[in-house]
Every structure is written in structure tokens, then in C-alpha cells.
């Protein structure tokens, strides 16, 4: 790919820079479903649902899980802030398991006192994390 549809990526979690790079694309999960980022995109500002993101360089695609957030989109530049993100290698499998089940178990008893969309957002996060690791 043309190195003029590159454009600058960062995504930034609360306690460290996550990934500072070069894309020619960007795909992830928001409250208005899943995007996929060009070049040249019309400047917008995104709610980031969990999901995994994809950042694709031309060449190569690298994966990671994104938990939620803010996007910000500039023509030559996509922004990022996370409420947490993990590659594949950084995840632990048993504690998003445990996470699931801890989720799945809040959602089935549904007490009267029952955050739901606390315990929906929780599950999500763990499945995100699954998904990602599965057949790895
Ligand atoms: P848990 O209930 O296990 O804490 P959670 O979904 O509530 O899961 P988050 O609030 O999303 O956790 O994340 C808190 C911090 O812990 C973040 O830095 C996140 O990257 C990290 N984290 C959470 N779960 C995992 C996991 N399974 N593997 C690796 N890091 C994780």
C-alpha cells in the first residue's frame, strides 16, 4: 500500500501508552457498531465499546483487546483513550474466566440491587478477552 495512506495511531491507556504507530487502517467496536478507519476519515469523536481492535499497517495486522473509551478522529490521525487494552500475549485466561463466570452468575441471579449494564459491560470485557486468546 502507498505510504501517503498511512496515517498516526495512538491509544492510550490510563497508565501507559499502549501503541504509537503508523495504520492504513483501523477497525474496533463503538457504541454505533464496528468501524473501520481510512485515511482522509471525516473528523469525529467515537464512544469505544469492548471488542478487538485491529490495526492494520500494509503489510501486517496486529490484534489487541480494547475495552472501552473515547476515539478521536482527525484526517491524518486516530486517538485513542482506553479504559484498558491487552495483546494476546498479556491476557490471563483463567482470571477472565473467572470474570465471566463472576458476570454470568450476577446476571442469572438478578438481585433486586443488580447494576445491569455494569455486570453486561463485565461480561463483555471477558468475552472480548477469550475471543481474543482462543486458538492461541
Ligand atoms: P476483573 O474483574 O478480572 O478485574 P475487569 O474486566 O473488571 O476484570 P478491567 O477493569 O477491564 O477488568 O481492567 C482492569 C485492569 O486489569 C486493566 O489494566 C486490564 O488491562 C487488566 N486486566 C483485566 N482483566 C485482565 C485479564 N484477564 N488479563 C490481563 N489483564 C487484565
Known sequence: MAENNLFQVEIICPDHMFYQGEASMIE???SEGQVGIL???VPETLIVRPGIVVITDGQKKQEAALHGGFAEVLKDKVTILAQAAEWPREIDVARAEEAKER?????SDKRQDLDVLRAELSLKRALVRLDLTKNK
Open 39 to 41: 485515511k482522509n476519515h
Open 103 to 107: 458476570a454470568q452468575k450476577r446476571l
Open 28 to 30: 474496533f467496536n463503538t
